[in-house]
């Protein structure tokens, strides 16, 4: 059987599950997920400067989510994940004097370019409340060029068994829109052993084994907390 017929259903069980392609549930909306590197020693220093931007956006028009998250075991790393209504959206917020200030305040401590990968929501859930202890897993997958429709369908179907786990809060599929064989899996989880006990249900395992040959890198998840 090839993955197609996978990709059917799975695109049919998400529909009953809350998980849809986002060009069903939200047309237009762009996503963004951006990482950020700065010096060990401001780790602590650029938590503010974040937390300004986050405060920000989210009182800008057309934003519908915007989160800044610390990585779990490198906190000198960040991670900032946007929902905008539309591109236009976006746009208006990277120009305003708010992002404008972020970045003249950032240039300092970065120890390498801010990586932002503008995306669409490829399969988008519903999230579920969540509490300080959740742990946020943004994991970034390539897929090799012939095999992507192959591997994106094994990712559909992995969201959806994941999203039935009653651990997990959040599990969403984002295609970078100039490179659309990368993708981004963000899953929000209620807490580490949750993530833990994931990483090893069935579902995983058969996605992991049938992800090798169609992977073009190493499977790159890295574990964050929300900053408050």
Known sequence: MTMLR???IAIAAGLI???SPANAQNAGATYVVSYIEVAPSARTVVVPVLRALRDAARKEAGNSNFDVLQR???PQHFAIREVWKDAKARDVH???AP???FRDKMK???AAPIDERPSTGYAVGQPKASGSGAVYALTHV???GAKKDDGIAALKQLSVDSMKEPGNLRYDLWQQGNRPNHLTVIEV???KAALEKHDVAEHTRKFRDALLPMSGSLYDQRLYRAID
């Open 142 to 144: 390539d897929l090799i």
């Open 94 to 96: 990277a120009a305003a």
């Open 189 to 191: 989880w209620r807490s």
């Open 108 to 110: 300092s401590y970065l």
């Open 6 to 8: 996978p990709l059917a």
């Open 99 to 101: 992002a404008a200030q």
């Open 72 to 74: 779990i075991g490198q």
């Open 17 to 19: 599950a809350g998980i």
